[in-house]
C-alpha cells in the first residue's frame, strides 16, 4: 500500500481484539517513531511501552481526567506506548530566539504519527490521546514530577475490520493557497 493509500486507511481504533501485541512488535514500533525528525535533532522524547496488566491499570486510571473526555474503552486496550516530553537541547542561538523546547511538541506529534502509521501498515490499530491526570499518571508510572506525558497512544489488533468510514475533512480549496494567502 503507498502511503497516499495508507494515510487515506487508517483511522484511531478504539475496539480491539483480545489478541495480545508482542513486546517484539510494540519495540518495532518505537523503533520506527525515534527515528522522525526533530528541530536540531534534539529528539526530545522518551517512550513507555505498557503491556503489563497491573501498568495498563494505572494507565487507565489516568483517564479520569476531571470529566474532559475520559476512555471508557481503555481496559479494552491491549498495549499502551506514552511519549514523555524530554528536555530539548537546541543550538544555543535557537533556543535563545524560541525558546528550548519550541519543536518539541511538534517534534512528539511526528513521532507519535509515525509510530501510528507503521502500525496501520502491519495491521494493529492505534487511538492518541492529548487528555490524562499528569499526577496520576505520573505517581502511578514512576515518571519525574518535572516531566510532562504528551501522548498515550493505544495499541492492538482492531476487533473489526473492513472499509474505514468516510473521513470527514475541509475542501483543499478551503484551505489552500498559492503565493500568498
Avoid at 528541530?39 to 479520569?64: S, T, Y
Avoid at 481503555?74 to 535563545?96: N, Q, R, S, T, W
Wanted: with cysteine.
Amino acid at each position: 500500500m503507498d502511503f497516499a493509500s495508507l494515510q487515506a486507511a487508517r483511522e484511531s481504533c478504539r475496539v480491539y481484539s483480545d489478541k495480545p501485541v508482542s513486546r517484539e512488535v510494540l519495540t518495532h514500533l518505537v523503533d520506527v517513531a525515534r527515528l522522525s525528525p526533530s528541530g536540531c535533532n534534539a529528539q526530545p522524547w522518551h517512550f513507555i511501552i505498557v503491556d503489563d496488566p497491573n501498568a495498563r491499570d494505572k494507565v487507565i486510571e489516568a483517564f479520569d481526567d476531571n470529566g474532559l473526555t475520559g476512555c471508557s474503552w481503555g481496559d479494552k486496550v491491549p498495549a499502551f506506548i506514552l511519549i514523555c516530553e524530554e528536555e530539548a537541547h537546541l543550538m544555543p542561538g535557537v533556543a535563545k530566539h524560541y525558546g528550548s523546547q519550541h519543536f518539541a511538541q511538534m517534534d512528539i506529534g511526528m513521532a507519535a504519527m509515525a509510530l501510528c502509521y507503521e502500525a496501520a501498515s502491519i495491521g494493529l490499530g492505534t487511538c492518541m490521546i492529548g487528555t490524562m491526570d499528569q499526577e496520576k499518571l505520573k505517581a502511578g508510572m514512576g515518571i519525574p514530577e518535572e516531566k510532562t506525558v504528551r501522548l498515550i497512544i493505544t495499541v492492538g489488533y482492531p476487533a473489526k475490520t473492513g472499509k474505514p468510514r468516510k473521513k470527514i475533512r475541509k475542501n483543499l480549496e478551503d484551505i489552500l493557497t498559492y503565493n500568498h494567502w
